[in-house]
């Protein structure tokens, strides 16, 4: 049996030298074999092979392009500082009005922590609560807990440095920095020019800053955004994820688009263009420009659930941010609206129509007893059908009108009471102030819906 065994042992040693010595064998013939096939290439005559040129660059001329050369240098990245405060106010807030923007808040007479809680609240349904920049987000901070910076865009609207962007963008910032598109790349540490914010207006999320220059800038033009219509190709311009000088198209998918802050409230100052055009973190404030090379639109939300774009987008018409710029570049650097104060429903009741034959204006919920409306007579019941001769189709109309006049100023209502037209002249009054006083000093009292207020 050893004899057996010690035989077995010889023929695997033998058998296992055998395969080894073949391995061997093939790649050294594998190597001569390609020695000479390499040899072989290396003699080839290509003499005759004409050498590629980069060609003339073609410019063809489409109008995308050629909008984004003629717009581009009058938009602006914008970048943040600030640094957190301690809340001093916690646990003594009264209630405000609820007055949700894209990406944030309120009508500038709560506090600050109560703006930022609503921002939150809107980045996580339309940022869906993460946070696309690592440790940098709009509203965020760094991870140590320490400076918190944002990123947005803007434009340039005057040669001598006036920029409009989102008021979320530099809300409750420490430090403003912009950087023009004509900038060179500084590096980490250049953080662009700094700028000063002339006026904010929170209920359209509107914000005008202006940065020193000695130089006239580039400007683009504002259009006149009724004038867009669904289907009309449009192109967003901004700085998403911090990626300056990004250009995107798409069509405006629909108008007159309300959005509400994921408390189920959305501001009545807020009609927004929605677009398909990839908007991402980042493009807040940049213009949504169409085939004219005009700005119809400053991008101001998204919709989505995975913090980036999923094909809608939200920008705030130009004709609104003409209004509030020309307001906020006043003496006085703040919007101010008109109010009759009175609460009323949205739209009429079905009811209503049936019994008085028409289904237009606007149905009087609540009159403020010491408000306009009350002084001029006008009672809960009462339907408001025109504003000085000018029809009113519903509850837009009327505030659109009441907040467009200024306070002291008056206008004539038509309204009907038990079947009977009549007519009241109100005076007008500063709307931030009614709602002050709508409130009182009570921190249990709670504002009128922002969405049937005026």
Same mark, same amino acid.
């Given at each position: 049996?050893?004899?057996?065994?010690?035989?077995?042992?010889?023929?695997?040693?033998?058998?296992?030298f055998?395969?080894?010595?073949t391995?061997?064998?093939?790649?050294?013939?594998?190597s001569?074999?390609s020695?000479?096939?390499h040899?072989?290439?290396?003699?080839?005559?290509?003499s005759d092979?004409?050498?590629?040129?980069?060609?003339?660059?073609?410019h063809?001329?489409?109008?995308?392009?050629?909008?984004?050369?003629?717009?581009?240098?009058a938009?602006?990245?914008?970048?943040?500082?600030?640094?957190?405060?301690?809340?001093?106010?916690?646990?003594?807030?009264r209630a405000?009005p609820?007055q949700?923007?894209?990406?944030?808040?309120?009508?500038?007479?709560?506090?600050?922590n109560d703006?930022?809680?609503?921002?939150q609240?809107?980045?996580?349904?339309?940022?869906?609560?993460?946070?696309?920049?690592?440790?940098?987000?709009?509203?965020?901070?760094?991870?140590?807990?320490?400076t918190?910076r944002?990123?947005?865009s803007?434009?340039?609207?005057?040669?001598?440095?006036?920029?409009?962007?989102?008021?979320?963008?530099v809300d409750?910032?420490?430090?403003?920095y912009?950087?023009?598109?004509?900038?060179?790349?500084?590096?980490?540490g250049?953080?662009?020019?700094?700028?000063?914010?002339?006026?904010v207006?929170?209920?359209?999320d509107?914000a005008?800053?202006?940065?020193?220059t000695?130089?006239?800038?580039?400007?683009?033009?504002l259009?006149?955004?009724?004038?867009?219509?669904?289907?009309d190709?449009?192109?967003?311009?901004g700085?998403?994820?911090?990626?300056?000088k990004?250009?995107?198209a798409?069509?405006?998918?629909?108008?007159?688009?309300?959005?509400d802050?994921?408390?189920?409230?959305?501001?009545?100052?807020?009609?927004?263009?929605?677009?398909?055009?990839?908007?991402?973190?980042g493009?807040?404030?940049?213009?949504l420009?169409?085939?004219?090379?005009?700005?119809?639109?400053?991008?101001?939300?998204?919709y989505t659930?995975?913090?980036?774009?999923?094909?809608?987008?939200?920008?705030?018409?130009?004709?609104?941010?003409?209004?509030?710029?020309?307001?906020?570049i006043g003496?006085d650097h703040k919007?101010t609206?008109?109010?009759?104060?009175?609460?009323?429903q949205g739209?009429? $009741? !079905? %009811?209503?129509?049936?019994?008085?034959?028409?289904?237009?204006g @606007?149905? +009087?919920?609540t009159?403020?007893p &010491? *408000? $306009? !409306? %009350?002084?001029?007579?006008i009672?809960?019941?009462?339907?408001? @059908?025109? +504003?000085?001769?000018?029809a009113? &189709? *519903?509850?837009d109309?009327?505030?659109?009108i009441?907040?467009?006049?200024?306070?002291?100023?008056?206008?004539?209502?038509?309204?009907?009471?038990?079947?009977?037209?009549?007519?009241?002249t109100v005076?007008?009054t500063?709307?931030a102030?009614?709602?002050?006083?709508?409130?009182?000093?009570?921190?249990?009292?709670?504002?009128?819906?922002?969405?049937?207020?005026t």
């Open positions: 049996m050893n004899n057996l065994s010690q035989w077995i042992r010889n023929r695997r040693l033998t058998a296992t055998s395969v080894l010595a391995l061997t064998i093939g790649i050294l013939i594998g001569v074999f020695g000479r096939v040899g072989q290439q290396s003699s080839v005559d290509s092979a004409a050498p590629l040129r980069i060609p003339d660059p073609v063809l001329g489409n109008a995308f392009s050629l909008i984004a050369r003629q717009v581009g240098p938009v602006v990245n914008i970048n943040t500082e600030s640094t957190p405060h301690e809340d001093k106010t916690a646990g003594n807030r405000t609820q949700g923007s894209p990406d944030d808040n309120g009508d500038g007479q709560g506090d600050q703006q930022q809680g609503n921002m609240d809107f980045f996580n349904k339309f940022f869906g609560g993460q946070n696309p920049f690592g440790g940098q987000v709009p509203g965020g901070g760094d991870d140590d807990g320490g918190r944002a990123l947005g803007g434009f340039i609207v005057d040669p001598r440095g006036y920029i409009i962007t989102n008021n979320h963008v409750g910032a420490d430090k403003i912009v950087k023009l598109a004509s900038d060179p790349d500084g590096g980490p250049d953080n662009g020019r700094p700028a000063t914010v002339i006026g207006d929170k209920d359209t509107i005008v800053i202006k940065i020193d000695k130089e006239p800038l580039p400007t683009i033009k259009g006149n955004s009724d004038g867009a219509e669904v289907g190709w449009v192109l967003a311009i700085s998403p994820f911090g990626l300056a990004t250009v995107s798409g069509i405006v998918s629909a108008k007159d688009r309300q959005i802050d994921g408390d189920g409230h959305a501001s009545q100052f807020q009609r927004f263009i929605q677009t398909d055009a990839a908007i991402n973190p493009n807040s404030g940049g213009p420009v169409d085939m004219a090379g005009e700005v119809i639109g400053m991008n101001t939300a998204i659930q995975s913090s980036g774009y999923e094909g809608i987008g939200f920008a705030m018409p130009s004709n609104t941010i003409i209004n509030v710029y020309n307001m906020l003496p919007v609206r008109g109010s009759i104060g009175i609460t009323f739209e009429l $009741p !079905a %009811a209503v129509g049936r019994v008085y034959g028409f289904n237009s @606007v149905l +009087v919920s009159v403020e &010491k *408000g $306009p !409306a %009350a002084a001029a007579g009672q809960p019941g009462d339907i408001i @059908v025109s +504003v000085d001769g000018t009113i &189709k *519903g509850g109309d009327l505030v659109a009441i907040a467009s006049r200024r306070p002291g100023s008056t206008a004539k209502l038509g309204y009907v009471r038990d079947g009977k037209t009549n007519t009241a005076t007008i500063d709307r102030k009614m709602i002050a006083g709508m409130l009182g000093d009570s921190p249990d009292a709670v504002a009128p819906d922002e969405a049937s207020n």
